[in-house]
């Protein structure tokens, strides 16, 4: 998973992205820098299993996170020229950090200002490339591309109406068709708000006060003090976890960011497990058993026979395949079983 980290200048963007991967890159709006890393996801459900089959290897999935430099926060005064705009439309998903922490504070303008930056950058995009299909479709008499040029006008006329063009629920086709433009406001959005630790104890009354950005698939919320987080970030686990209990925070914001990208995503976790290696693996929500063989490998999903499937929590509770069996926790199923968040899963495959 990709996730792209955005706001505008002084909203602390870097700060946040320093809180997630550990790193400590330099803060201040007077740096243009794009940062990147990638982390592993933390997974208490791996790290357990792990416990009880001591393998010689444990892999985490991972994410990668990328601090773009792009936006100016000026909204429609911008000038449309904004830079690293490519490497943003990689991404799966966007982390929108706005200032709820200095006194000077336009959080709700902020957030505005955000998405007419974006709205703008597809807007061109669209209309270079409406004249080029339109030209290309009269000179050439072809019409197979006339659909995605419909495609565009449809986005082009939402856009235009200042709205996201993932609110307009576009048909499967209509999203294959304009796939490779990789449009910015097609991103779901996780607004993170940045408050000061002296509103810590005020989280739970300033995460309701946002709750009506929330729209299913489309944007999630977040509300943490990023400076805090940074500073949890470079301490080792013991003072970590000390840290968090003085503060009375329940884990660090990155396994809340993470897990709230999952769920923006539609995206959940399987396990497998043996001696040489236990290994989480990240798969969209309803996916099958067959889909599951073949993030694995694609040997398993082409030779599939069947899945031996237990639940995180039967595996903990018997420990071993043996005592899952005998207590008959162990199911068998079959290419169109639908994976659960959790399952620990043995395939089994002739090629």
């Known amino acids: 998973m990709k996730l792209g980290i955005i706001g505008p200048p002084q909203s602390g963007k870097t700060t946040i992205f320093n809180a997630v ?7 201040g709006d007077f740096s243009r820098t794009v940062h990147r890393a990638v982390i592993k996801v ?27 430099a792009c936006f100016t926060g000026r909204g429609k005064k911008s000038t449309g020229e904004l ?9 799966d998903a966007v982390a929108v950090v706005v200032d709820d922490f200095s006194p000077e504070a336009r959080t709700e303008q902020d957030i505005g200002n ?21 030209r290309s479709i009269k000179l050439t008499g072809k019409k197979d591309r006339a659909f995605e040029l419909e495609t565009l006008k449809k986005c082009r006329d939402i856009l235009n109406d200042n709205k996201l063009i993932s609110e307009i629920g576009l048909a499967d086709d209509e999203l294959k068709s304009i796939r490779g433009y990789a449009f910015l406001t097609l991103l779901p959005q996780l607004l993170v ?45 013991d003072d970590q976890k000390e840290f968090l209990a003085e503060l009375n925070i329940e884990k660090p914001f990155v396994e809340k960011l993470i897990q709230r990208s999952y769920r923006l995503l539609g995206l959940i976790s399987f396990f497998t497990l043996s001696e040489p ?16 063989a073949g993030a694995v490998h694609s040997d398993f999903a082409r030779g599939f026979i069947r899945a ?39 395939f089994l495959f002739n090629v």
């Open 193 to 237: 708000f940045n408050i000061s630790e002296d509103k810590l104890d005020r989280h739970a009354d300033i995460y309701a006060g946002y709750e009506k950005y929330r729209r299913e698939g489309i944007t999630d919320i977040s509300v943490i003090c990023g400076k805090i987080e940074m500073e949890l970030a470079a301490l080792d686990d």
């Open 308 to 346: 031996e499937v237990a639940s995180y929590e039967d595996y903990m509770e018997y420990k071993t395949p043996a005592a899952l069996k005998a207590a008959a926790r162990l199911n068998v199923e079959g290419k169109d079983y639908v994976v659960r968040d959790g399952d620990v899963i043995q």
């Open 83 to 91: 830079e690293g705009i490519h490497d943003l439309r990689l991404m």
């Open 21 to 27: 991967s550990g790193l400590q890159e330099t803060v």
């Open 42 to 68: 933390p997974d208490e459900r791996l790290d357990n299993l792990a416990e009880l089959i001591k393998p010689r290897k444990v892999t985490h999935t991972s994410i990668e996170f990328l601090d773009a």
């Open 277 to 292: 290696e236990c290994r989480a693996w990240t798969i969209p929500e309803g996916a099958t058993a067959v889909t599951a």
């Open 114 to 134: 955000i998405i007419d930056e974006m709205i703008l950058a597809d807007l061109i995009m669209i209309e270079d490339n409406v004249g080029k299909l339109e």
